[in-house]
């Protein structure tokens, strides 16, 4: 990608659709409140085709999950008064969604994009069966189907997801589950209509390493089987190491790298990704001292620091001439298809890592 690229990429909202299946525009999401306005997401931008996934990551607080309910128009009162003020672009497989209208996306929910969401035990109804709530998003989107067609396609997706004896966990209500299965039934009413795009949000967040390692193999296959594209959020650098093809890093509602998920882990160019990496835990190797995390707490969005909303916590903030505390750093590429906002020269983020970062990762 050449920096004219890079800079379209980034900065231009110009209406035209994109050839790639997903693609996010200068999106922002402000959330106006009596303290100030909560800047979640302030000008992402990537592009997802079809097939491949897609790793969002960053800490708690960066943006992330906000970025996925945008794509699925789940912010409610958009535009309204005290609502979310949106703006940008998504195009999905050649539709705008911002500038859609909330029936029209709502008949795309479930059919073509469908999210994994973080809780299941939440997200999921008390009252009702796993299997009347998949049913139910199914005949949305398939009113020829009668009942029993639809109770037989809830069982098979159980079984494909592999809880045992679907024909009767499929009576069975959410809290009957345990955590793991819970997030099974999840990925199942997810995948009810076939959706082209999937997106998971912490699909693995307090379950235990074991089912963990299973809930990533199952959305690994069956992506495979129906060809979808993925996004997955985390926090976590490890979940996405083996299942993305590209990595997104967000910090302060902003991206600050992201390109090739080899790249990334080889290569990376940011400070905070250095963190992020320093933080997780290996099991290919012997652990030769502690872990480093990365040192301070995440900003707040409503009054995020000046010039580089990282540099309060960055150890190298002071390499760069004043700059990350007066001037917010632009996306630029720094290889093929690799980009990364840093103030820091090229050349001395290449020298930090080879001498103080590689050796410890």
């Given at each position: 990608?050449?920096?004219?690229?890079?800079?379209?990429?980034?900065?231009?909202?110009?209406?035209?659709?994109?050839?790639?299946?997903?693609?996010?525009?200068?999106?922002?999401?402000?959330?106006?409140?009596?303290?100030?306005?909560?800047?979640?997401?302030?000008?992402?931008?990537?592009?997802?085709?079809?097939?491949?996934t897609?790793?969002?990551?960053?800490?708690?607080?960066?943006?992330?999950?906000?970025?996925?309910?945008?794509?699925?128009?789940?912010?409610?009162?958009?535009g309204?008064?005290?609502?979310?003020?949106?703006?940008?672009?998504?195009?999905?497989?050649?539709?705008?969604?911002?500038?859609?209208?909330?029936?029209?996306?709502?008949?795309?929910?479930?059919?073509?994009?469908?999210?994994?969401?973080?809780?299941?035990?939440?997200?999921?109804?008390?009252y009702?069966?796993?299997?009347?709530?998949?049913?139910?998003?199914?005949?949305?989107?398939?009113?020829?189907?009668?009942?029993?067609?639809?109770?037989?396609?809830?069982?098979?997706?159980?079984?494909?997801?592999?809880?045992?004896?679907?024909?009767?966990?499929?009576?069975?209500?959410?809290?009957?589950?345990?955590?793991?299965?819970?997030q099974?039934?999840?990925?199942?009413?997810?995948?009810?209509?076939?959706?082209?795009?999937?997106?998971?949000?912490?699909?693995?967040?307090?379950?235990?390493?074991?089912?963990?390692?299973?809930i990533?193999?199952?959305?690994?296959?069956?992506?495979?089987?129906?060809?979808?594209?993925?996004?997955?959020?985390?926090?976590?650098?490890?979940?996405?190491?083996?299942?993305?093809?590209?990595?997104?890093?967000?910090?302060?509602?902003?991206?600050?790298?992201?390109?090739?998920?080899?790249?990334?882990?080889?290569?990376p160019?940011?400070?905070?990704?250095?963190?992020?990496?320093?933080?997780?835990?290996?099991?290919?190797?012997?652990?030769?001292?502690?872990?480093?995390?990365?040192?301070?707490?995440p900003?707040?969005?409503?009054?995020?620091?000046?010039?580089?909303?990282?540099?309060?916590?960055?150890?190298?903030?002071?390499?760069?001439?004043?700059?990350?505390?007066?001037e917010?750093p632009?996306?630029?590429s720094?290889?093929?298809?690799?980009?990364?906002?840093?103030?820091?020269?090229?050349?001395?983020?290449?020298?930090?890592?080879?001498?103080?970062?590689?050796?410890?990762?």
């Amino acid at each position: 990608m050449t920096d004219s690229q890079t800079s379209t990429t980034e900065t231009t909202v110009g209406g035209t659709a994109p050839t790639s299946f997903l693609s996010v525009r200068d999106l922002r999401c402000h959330f106006p409140t009596d303290d100030g306005v909560v800047k979640s997401v302030d000008g992402i931008s990537f592009e997802l085709e079809r097939g491949k996934t897609l790793g969002i990551v960053g800490e708690s607080g960066s943006g992330k999950s906000v970025t996925s309910l945008s794509i699925m128009g789940l912010h409610r009162n958009v535009g309204k008064k005290n609502g979310p003020r949106m703006s940008g672009e998504i195009w999905l497989d050649g539709q705008e969604l911002i500038g859609a209208g909330r029936e029209e996306v709502r008949k795309l929910r479930g059919q073509k994009m469908a999210m994994i969401f973080q809780d299941p035990l939440t997200a999921m109804h008390p009252y009702y069966t796993v299997g009347q709530q998949i049913i139910e998003g199914y005949r949305q989107h398939n009113p020829q189907a009668n009942k029993k067609a639809a109770r037989d396609h809830a069982i098979q997706l159980l079984d494909r997801v592999g809880i045992p004896q679907p024909d009767k966990r499929v009576d069975q209500h959410p809290h009957e589950f345990s955590g793991g299965m819970r997030q099974r039934a999840m990925i199942a009413m997810a995948l009810a209509n076939n959706p082209s795009l999937l997106i998971a949000d912490e699909p693995t967040t307090a379950l235990d390493v074991t089912v963990q390692a299973q809930i990533l193999d199952l959305i690994r296959d069956l992506q495979q089987e129906f060809g979808s594209s993925v996004i997955i959020i985390t926090h976590d650098l490890g979940v996405v190491a083996e299942l993305a093809d590209d990595i997104l890093v967000m910090y302060g509602g902003k991206c600050v790298e992201k390109g090739p998920a080899d790249k990334i882990f080889s290569e990376p160019e940011h400070p905070y990704t250095w963190g992020l990496l320093g933080s997780m835990p290996r099991i290919d190797r012997e652990l030769q001292e502690r872990l480093v995390p990365v040192q301070g707490n995440p900003p707040s969005l409503i009054n995020l620091p000046n010039g580089c909303a990282f540099h309060p916590r960055c150890p190298y903030a002071d390499r760069t001439e004043g700059l990350s505390k007066t001037e917010v750093p632009r996306l630029t590429s720094v290889g093929q298809d690799h980009l990364a906002a840093c103030h820091l020269p090229l050349e001395v983020r290449q020298q930090i890592f080879t001498e103080e970062i590689a050796p410890r990762l």
